[in-house]
């Protein structure tokens, strides 16, 4: 029997899960077939019903679904509760329904693995302190860096995570007054997609610093145009990122880790 799986989201078209998932089936010789399920807004819940009773044994989820899930769900793993989202479902047999979040994960697999980036004693500066901040701060400092440093705009909200993981390599910084230079620069915010650039001071970067934006698209985004004219060392959208966090919600489901590199060289866009 065809195992059944989705991506849930609004909008949810230009999706490349159903591809990324069908070639890590491949890879074993799984029957499964993945889709990409368009969901209203305002009906998550009998979404959610609706692909349980139709057999589904597991969900990705994307905007605006991550949070509203995470508030759904009693079941949830560690990643989740500290994300305060889930991108992951797994509906079980007992038709209990338990949350993970793999973005973090994803993150770190795509750094360490994909571009060979050490984490550990490295300075590190995150940019933003919204959903896609907190979900990766917990992956990150499993790494054991030297410092982490939670930049916003609004600093209330960088102390607010500072103060919510309680680690004492955590710190936050307004952003005007990061002290760089560091070794890895990760932009968690999209206002670069809208050609935005967080004001961080160009010492920010040196010729070591290593520059990610989660963002991705078909062109560069302005953070990875900002980086390459201060000369960084490397820059990185987060495509592997999207990839990576695919195969951990595969293995979560199938208990096999897909291999990803060739699907990210040849998925791109």
Not at 25 to 50: K, N
Not at 96 to 106: A, F, K, L, Q, V
Not at 230 to 241: E, L
Request: charged share 20%.
């Amino acid at each position: 029997m065809t195992d059944k799986y989705a991506v849930i989201g609004n909008p949810i078209a230009h999706s490349k899960s159903p591809l990324i998932h069908h070639a890590f089936a491949e890879q074993f010789g799984h029957d499964i077939e993945y889709t990409a399920e368009l969901i209203p807004i305002e009906a998550l819940e009998a979404g959610l019903d609706t692909l349980q009773k139709k057999g589904f044994k597991g969900l990705n989820v994307t905007v605006p679904f991550k949070e509203q899930v995470w508030q759904s769900l009693s079941k949830k793993s560690i990643h989740a509760t500290t994300a305060s989202a889930v991108n992951t479902i797994t509906f079980n047999s007992d038709g209990s329904r338990y949350g993970d979040n793999t973005d973090g994960i994803g993150l770190c697999q795509d750094l360490t693995q994909n571009h060979h980036i050490d984490l550990a004693g490295k300075r590190i500066l995150l940019l933003g302190a919204g959903g896609a901040a907190r979900g990766v701060i917990l992956p990150l400092l499993s790494y054991k860096p030297a410092e982490l440093i939670i930049a916003n705009r609004t600093i209330s909200k960088a102390h607010h995570l500072v103060n919510l993981f309680d680690n004492e390599v955590l710190s936050a910084s307004e952003l005007e007054q990061v002290p760089g230079p560091f070794d890895i620069i990760i932009n968690a915010t999209s206002a670069s997609l809208n050609g935005e650039i967080p004001p961080i001071p160009d010492s920010s970067v040196s010729a070591h610093t290593n520059c990610y934006d989660m963002m991705y698209g078909t062109a560069d985004t302005a953070f990875i145009q900002w980086a390459k004219t201060r000369t960084a060392a490397k820059t990185i959208n987060g495509f592997g990122m999207l990839v990576e966090q695919a195969a951990e919600s595969y293995r979560i489901w199938r208990g096999v880790k897909p291999q990803t590199q060739n699907i990210i060289k040849h998925l791109r866009y």
